[in-house]
């Protein structure tokens, strides 16, 4: 897992393979106001979502990891935690869905980080993430999660 703020990874975009650096920029370049939640196509190898939700406890939200894409959270507005575990430390709930791209946990929370707008976080196949975590108290976030086939 990665977790930065986009200005701060474009200024180190060599140090990242030819696709991260494409997603980097086309987050930068694309102007996401009044764009619709829900899914859009960019092209064979990316397509992102535009999530919108309220941040709720934890104990409400759930683990995921993916095999076939690479996850980046990209915060527009509103601030919430995401939960980071090594998938090897979580219990497998729900076995990969080809499908869905996704294989569901469960497990403790025991590391978390704040992204607020601005803020990237980057998740590959081996991270187990949570997201929608409230951070000091329950708020609206309205993101971009960009997914990178690998």
């Known amino acids: 897992m990665i977790v930065d703020t986009l200005d701060h990874l474009l200024e ?66 509103g601030t919430e935690r995401i939960g980071y575990s090594a998938i090897e430390r979580l219990d497998v709930r729900d076995e990969y869905s080809a499908e869905k791209d996704a294989v569901f946990f469960t497990g403790v929370v025991e590391s978390a980080v704040a992204a607020s707008p601005g803020d990237l976080v980057i998740c590959y196949p081996q991270d187990g993430h949570m997201t929608g975590i409230e951070a000091k108290q329950k708020e609206a976030v309205r993101k971009v999660v960009l997914k990178i086939k690998i």
């Open 12 to 77: 180190n975009e060599a140090a990242y393979g030819d696709k991260i650096q494409r997603g980097l920029q086309f987050l930068k370049n694309t102007d996401f106001t009044g764009q619709a939640a829900g899914r859009h196509n960019v092209d064979e190898e990316m397509f992102y979502f535009i999530n919108e939700y309220e941040t709720k406890e934890a104990a409400d939200c759930f683990w995921e990891a993916h095999r076939v894409n690479l996850d980046l959270h990209y915060i527009l507005e």
